[in-house]
């Protein structure tokens, strides 16, 4: 079945870097849009980046020109780069893959913390 797995969240200084992954298995990645979402306890999920299958990326006002969501299609693996983090980036971070026609499939989320 379809997997998601995210990994590289930790606890980080305000003004660091940090990369997620999401690693897939059980779908061929190249043909869904890919995505990463964030959430914070009591408030709802919201929209970070995406990527399409061609590579033309969107993001959330918040994190443009501070982070960047790439692709591996060969590797089935998406990143996220943050850099300049602030406190206000903590939140757990979760993967998504969505195409037309197909229920999106989620990760289960990696915790990042951006705290002194």
């Known amino acids: 079945q379809v997997q998601l797995v995210e990994s590289g969240g930790g606890l980080v200084q305000p003004g660091g870097s940090l990369r997620l992954s999401c690693a897939a298995s059980?779908?061929?990645?190249?043909?869904?849009?890919m995505g990463w979402y964030r959430q914070v306890p009591g408030k709802q999920r919201e929209f970070v980046a995406t990527?399409?299958?061609?590579?033309?990326?969107n993001y959330a006002d918040s994190v443009k020109g501070r982070f960047t969501i790439s692709r591996d299609n060969a590797k089935s693996t998406v990143s996220l780069q943050m850099n300049s983090l602030t406190p206000e980036d903590t939140a757990v971070y979760y993967c998504?893959?969505?195409?037309?026609?197909?229920?999106?499939?989620w990760g289960q989320g990696t915790q990042v913390t951006v705290s002194s």
């Open positions: 990527i399409t299958s061609g590579g033309r990326t």
């Open positions: 059980g779908m061929l990645l190249s043909i869904y849009v």
């Open positions: 998504n893959a969505v195409r037309a026609g197909v229920v999106p499939y």
